[in-house]
Each structure stands twice: as structure tokens, then as C-alpha cells.
């Protein structure tokens, strides 16, 4: 496969179905997102996430964070709810609910066995009737399975979304990052979606890849190319937290019910759609906010 051969995620007619809300909805109707949070000081990135999931039409977003960051939390938090959570054994308290259909680990966690033992619990399944619960990994959930990622792909399943940047992609899959070249080299596109296709099929769920040619790939194979560049330039996007939006969106839209490609497609469109609404000056708390009007040009109405 050639790298225009790739699929390439457009807004067209299907998306803007897919996001729309009926009259008759009630909020259960279009999920309950978890995103977990670190400690006290580092709060801010499942902040971001969370509204981001709350804004791409998540029906309730809860916050669990540790008891010493409960204060920074609520100083913060308005429409999106608020729960403690200070270990694993906690997080499964929570998850107990069967209407936390979403989960985000990874914006401001920390790394170390505690984050390792939050992650395995995210990604147990709940029963043999249920199928598995979305989950979303992102930044400090890779990075704390950097020197064991056998275990993470052990956990891993086909509802799972793993959004590295480079430098993740290449703690968590060494030796296929080793095979990339130099972005400045001919081939660097298509080199990116072999990558990226090998990391999924290692590790058996969806890999979003990001960078100006977002790649995102499923266990199969299936591909798709999410380009912010050329007409879509959205260099506004290298800053601070505008990963942990995204992790957000994608979280959010799982909570909806879509599924884990369609999720990553559909985020990442719109996570491009947003920066270049906003424009130069973007930092990472405009996504969310210029979301609804990018949603109205959509005729979301």
C-alpha cells in the first residue's frame, strides 16, 4: 500500500450522522466517561481530556483523581463530576458501574507500578457477557509499560485505543520505530503506516499514531491517514495538553457507543478541524471550546 493509496478521514455525510443526538436522548444514552487523573499538580491534563470528552457529546464525564488532588479538582470542575480514586482497587470499586462505559488513563498520571496496576484494572474485562470496556491509553500509560510491553499487549484488545506521539511509539514498539526513517526522507508516509500497522497487530487493538500525518490503524490492518497539513496545516496543534484534548475526544465518542476505529478517525478530524478554526494563538483549552462551532459548520444543528 502506497501512502495516498491510504484511506484519507474526511468530515463527510456518515461522520456528521454519527455525531448528531436525537431529541428523544437522555444523557445515559450517549455514555459516562472515566478519566482518570494523577496527583495533586499534575491534575491538569485529565482536566483538558475530560472536557474535551464532555464537549464531543459524552453524555456525563467523571474525574477520579487521588484524595491530596480532590481540591484541585473541584476549584476546576463544573458540569463534569468528581470521584476519588487513589489506587487500583478503587478504580475497580468505580468501574463496578456498569454505565462507566469509557475510560481514559495516561494525561498526568505519573509512571511507576501504580500506574501499571490502574491500567491492568481499566483493561480487565468485566464479564464473560459484557464485551470489553472502551479504554483509552494515552502519554504516562504508555510510557509506564516502556520496559514491559509484552504485558500491556497481553491486556490489550480490539476496544482499545493507543494514542503515542513518536517518542512513545518508540518506548512501547523499539523495534519498529528503528525501521522508521528520518522524517525528512523519502518514504518517511508510508514507512509511518507499516509502523503503525505493525504496532496494532502486536498489539491487537487500535494505534493512532500522531504527528502531521496522523496514522491510525486497526489489528486487521485497516488503514487511515489523518493529514494536518497542506489546505489542512494546523501547526497551532504543537502545544502543550492539545494530545490530552485529543485523548479526550477519542474517550468521548467511545462513550457515545462508536467503535474504536471510527472513535480515533473521528476525533482526530476533528481535533485538526478545531486548531484551524481557532488559528494562531491555540493553546490547548480552545479545543474544546471551539468545538461547537466546528460542529455547527458540520450542520449539526
Not at 16 to 35: C, E, Q, T
Request: neutral net charge; contains cysteine.
Amino acid at each position: 500500500m502506497t501512502y495516498r493509496a491510504a484511506r484519507q478521514v474526511t468530515g463527510g455525510p456518515a461522520m456528521v450522522d454519527a455525531l448528531r443526538k436525537s431529541p428523544a436522548d437522555h444523557k445515559y444514552d450517549h455514555g459516562h466517561a472515566l478519566i482518570v487523573s494523577g496527583g495533586m499538580g499534575r491534575t491538569g491534563a485529565a482536566r483538558l481530556a475530560a472536557r474535551g470528552a464532555l464537549r464531543i457529546g459524552a453524555g456525563l464525564v467523571t474525574v477520579a483523581a487521588p484524595e491530596p488532588a480532590m481540591a484541585e479538582c473541584a476549584a476546576q470542575l463544573t458540569a463534569i463530576m468528581l470521584r476519588r480514586c487513589d489506587d487500583a482497587g478503587a478504580l475497580a470499586a468505580l468501574l463496578d458501574d456498569a454505565r462507566l462505559n469509557a475510560v481514559c488513563l495516561g494525561p498526568g498520571l505519573g509512571l511507576g507500578q501504580g500506574a501499571r496496576a490502574l491500567v491492568a484494572c481499566a483493561l480487565t474485562p468485566r464479564d464473560a457477557e459484557r464485551p470489553p470496556r472502551a479504554v483509552v491509553l494515552d502519554a504516562d500509560a504508555l510510557s509506564a509499560f516502556a520496559d514491559d510491553a509484552a504485558t500491556l499487549f497481553a491486556l490489550t484488545h480490539g476496544n482499545v485505543v493507543l494514542t503515542p506521539h513518536g517518542g512513545e511509539f518508540a518506548r512501547l514498539f523499539p523495534d519498529i520505530a528503528a525501521r522508521l526513517p528520518a522524517a525528512s526522507d523519502n518514504g518517511h508516509g508510508e514507512a509511518r503506516m507499516e509502523a503503525c500497522r505493525a504496532a496494532a497487530a502486536r498489539a491487537g487493538c487500535v494505534v493512532l499514531l500522531k504527528g502531521p500525518d496522523t496514522v491510525i490503524s486497526d489489528a486487521s490492518g485497516r488503514l487511515a491517514i489523518n493529514e494536518a497539513a497542506h489546505a489542512r496545516a494546523a501547526p497551532w496543534l504543537a502545544t502543550a495538553g492539545s494530545g490530552d484534548v485529543l485523548a479526550g475526544f477519542v474517550t468521548g465518542l467511545l462513550a457515545r457507543g462508536f467503535d474504536a476505529t471510527r472513535a480515533a478517525e473521528t476525533a482526530a478530524w476533528l481535533h485538526v478541524e478545531c486548531a484551524r478554526a481557532f488559528g494562531p494563538g491555540l493553546i490547548a483549552e480552545d479545543l474544546p471550546e471551539i468545538l461547537p462551532k466546528v460542529l455547527g459548520t458540520l450542520a449539526m444543528r
